[in-house]
């Protein structure tokens, strides 16, 4: 089955503490991308990756980093989490970086909660 | 600053009735997207609208695409149960930028 796999689905942590969200995709795409999902402020891009070794920031980056070493994969690094980055994240995928025209598939999410 | 500004926020209504959601923005698109997200999953692609002034019907749902290709309508004919969920309209500009609203939670009752 074609899916974009995120894991944990739920993190609890302590501020500080460094930890790494993991997103894989089998559908061979070359475009991935996580977000972050608030209340009242819909999705924000946080990285994407338009192929493998080639990441850039997306609107939200700050205390972030990614890595794109194999096309499959697209972690999300927390290097010194703090509490304001309790939010729910989502990876998502597409063949192509032109998105209009290259659909966008989102994983089920990760509930990350920074006390 | 919300780029693209959808309204209602939320919105209840019974089996059977009708709803409109709005999607507006100050800024030119060029195409936008409609996805649809359950409780805990992520969010579903449900059409993208390319030309302005473009009207798109899926089963009872139906899309339009503002003439200026800055604003977006979803309007759902007699609603069901299983249409609840959050819609969130996507904007695309530069083919590569997606930029999401805050989305409309719609609650159908039965």
Redesign the interface.
Known sequence: EAQ?TQNPRYLITVTGKKLTVTCSQNMNHEYMSW?RQDP??????IYYSMNVEVTDKGDVPEGYKVSRKEKRNFPLILESPSPNQTSLY?C?SSLS?????S??H????TRLTVT | TQLLEQSPQFLSIQEGENLTVYCNSSSVFSSLQWYRQEPGEGPVLLVTVVTGGEVKKLKRLTFQFGDARKDSSLHITAAQPGDTGLYLCAGVFNDYKLSFGAGTTVTVRA
Request: cysteine-free; glycine content about 20%.
């Open positions: 974009v977000y009242g402020l819909g999705l924000r891009q989502f998502a970086a032109v998105v209009w025209n659909p966008l989102f994983g089920n999410g």
